[in-house]
């Protein structure tokens, strides 16, 4: 009876286990049973579209120069204080002239003694060797003085302010220069412009900068240089904005933005909701329908319109899918169950 019973243990065991088995793999059959996901789709098609660009950027001075002599020594006079206006031209420090003082008298004595050689030398009364030493070493002086001049009457070289002085009269010149000028009624600014809009920005293209500091008010300007290099990094390139600023109104250090107007385009514009972001990166996609399954393109965006959004891409063509409703839900070659578009609750 014992082994009867034990048979009959090891009967239920083993049918048992056989159940499980058939059970788990109805279970796995059920599991790779992947249900599509429903969203909706719109065919992309370009549109005419005004492009206009807009960026910001930090004003600066068109020009700005040190002023320094060349040559070290003491500083005699200080003529300006920070914030004044000067000329160009205009005297604005002196150093100790002893020195070009000195070569100014050698020079008028030497320039007495080649006289009277020249004199000599146009009736061939002296050898043409000495005539033309005279006349050497007479321009290397004047060099010489000319340079003493410039290193010792400081003068500035544009019409501008006074953005910072480093010395007092009597001191000695140091490492830093004596003024730093700055020029103020044309400013710069250098913008930052996606890769995409190389072949359209041109030097010349009219614009407008904008300040806070006057809301409502528009500052014409003009594209004065394109950069001819893109920027790996950010795939961006420069360009050099000029901004006439008769009225001082604008001064470097200004936060801006500009509209730059490139006429009408066709482009490739999608519902801005249709486009996700890469969590922790900069990085912008889509979803296009492709067989039935889900793509994932990366895009590049252009300029907004209201709720739309440009995007570019080599993979987006006119004709394709665009998938406008629950691509959030999507992954790459996720199955697709394309229903009609529904309001969005």
């Known amino acids: 009876m014992i082994n009867k019973f034990k048979y009959s243990a090891l009967v239920l065991a083993v049918a048992a286990m056989s159940f499980q088995s058939c059970d788990s793999k109805s279970d796995s059959a059920e599991t790779k049973t992947v249900k599509p996901e429903v969203v909706s789709v719109q065919k992309i098609q370009k549109k005419e579209v005004m492009r206009i660009l807009n960026f910001s950027a930090v004003l600066q001075a068109y020009q700005k120069v040190n002023v320094a002599p060349a040559l070290q020594g003491r500083i005699v006079k200080v003529s300006c204080e920070v914030g004044d206006r000067v000329a160009q031209g205009q005297l604005i420090a002196q150093m100790d002239e002893t020195q070009y003082l000195s070569t100014k008298i050698q020079y008028e004595n030497n320039k007495v003694d080649f006289n009277r050689i020249k004199i000599l030398n146009d009736s061939n009364n002296i050898a043409k060797q000495t005539y033309d030493q005279a006349k050497m070493g007479l321009e290397v002086l004047e060099t010489s003085l000319a340079n003493l001049e410039r290193n010792t009457y400081l003068r500035a070289p544009f019409s501008g302010v006074i953005s910072a002085k480093n010395y007092e009269p009597g001191e000695l010149m140091g490492q830093m220069p004596i003024y730093e000028l700055i020029q103020l009624n044309v400013l710069k600014a250098l913008v930052q412009v996606p890769e995409t809009y190389f072949p359209f920005v041109k030097e010349g293209m009219k614009l407008n900068v904008m300040s806070d500091t006057y809301p409502g008010a528009e500052f014409p300007a003009t594209v004065e240089v394109v950069y001819p290099t893109i920027d790996a990094n950010s795939h961006t390139f420069s360009i ?106």
């Open 240 to 345: 050099k904005v000029k901004i006439p600023n008769p009225k001082n109104e604008l001064r470097p250090g200004m936060y801006i933005s500009t509209n730059l107007e490139m006429g009408k385009a066709e482009a490739v514009v999608v519902p801005y909701n249709s486009v996700q972001k890469l969590q922790g990166s900069d990085e912008r996609f889509v979803f296009i329908n492709d067989g039935g399954k889900a793509h994932r393109v990366v895009v590049q965006f252009g300029q907004r319109f209201n709720d739309e959004i440009e995007i570019i891409a080599d993979e987006i063509k006119p004709g394709i899918e665009l998938i406008i409703q629950g691509a959030g839900r999507l992954h790459e070659g996720s199955q697709l169950d394309i229903k009609p578009l529904t309001a969005e609750k």
